[in-house]
């Protein structure tokens, strides 16, 4: 294989290297990022909307009411949660703690399993 | 492969003069988005189904509208400091790379803008 032609991260996950709870971790953080910052487009419309008027506020709370703007907004919170929990957990690494490949991997689960709590918790508390 | 030394390259195209400010501010958002996560996610999820007057009347305390345009300029500087990393890591050639860095700037602090002064219209209405 030439040297131009060789795969580029991420694109090597995969193909070439098995994917590992580090390596999906990592790239999902930047998924999820991603997905947030056009998340965000959501938020400022509900927000102009509110600022427009009662009739834009009823159109936007309509929007996000329907069943997929519901799906958008329970799947938009999960990303938000993944990102705080792995972003905690990358703090955790930048202040030097928790490298070993044990703790990686059982911080790792830690992110997963609070994503999912935090996000079911803040539905059933916060949207009965 | 280029016979010029590594010195020979950089010089003349001059230092950067930010150091580690972009990871250190990407740091700090960071932190600072942990308490204002919770509370937006919350507070959203919980507000966002009130009436017209009633949404109103919870966005125009100062708290609550001081919570909220602090979230946002977090979020949209993080979320420019976030997308420049990506970007830097996997898009080329490097003009695009600039083109959509350019791009998402101008986008992200236009929506902060729109989204922030929103917020004041309906605190200081």
Not at chain 2, 4 to 15: F, K
Request: net charge positive; aromatic share 14%; proline share 4%.
């Amino acid at each position: 294989m030439s040297a131009t032609k060789r795969p580029l991260s991420p694109f090597m996950i995969g193909p070439y290297y098995k994917p590992q709870m580090t390596s999906v971790l990592s790239i999902t953080h930047r998924i999820t990022g991603t997905a947030l910052v056009v998340g965000t487009l959501l938020l400022v419309y509900w927000l102009a909307a509110a600022a427009l008027g009662p009739q834009a506020y009823h159109h936007a709370q309509a929007v996000l009411g329907s069943m997929l703007g519901q799906l958008l907004m329970f799947l938009w919170t999960w990303a938000l949660f993944y990102h705080m929990a792995n972003g905690i957990r990358h703090l955790f690494w930048d202040a030097g703690y928790g490298f070993e490949m044990p703790d990686a991997t059982k911080s790792g689960w830690a992110v997963i399993w609070a994503s999912i709590i935090l996000t079911v918790l803040c539905w059933l508390i916060a949207a009965p | 492969m280029s016979i010029r030394t590594p010195l020979a390259r950089v010089r003349g195209l001059g230092s950067a003069k930010d150091g580690t400010h972009h990871w250190w501010m990407q740091r700090v958002t960071s932190i600072a988005l942990v308490p204002l996560v919770l509370w937006f996610a919350f507070s959203m999820l919980r507000y966002s189904r009130l009436e017209y007057e009633a949404f109103q009347h919870w966005l125009s305390s100062p708290i609550n509208a001081g919570l909220m345009v602090t979230f946002l300029a977090t979020v949209f500087y993080h979320a420019k400091l976030g997308m420049q990393v990506i970007y830097e890591d996997y898009v080329r050639p490097e003009w695009v790379m600039y083109v959509a860095l350019l791009v998402t700037q101008f986008v992200l602090f236009l929506l902060g803008a729109i989204s922030i002064i929103s917020v004041l219209k309906i605190a200081l209405a």
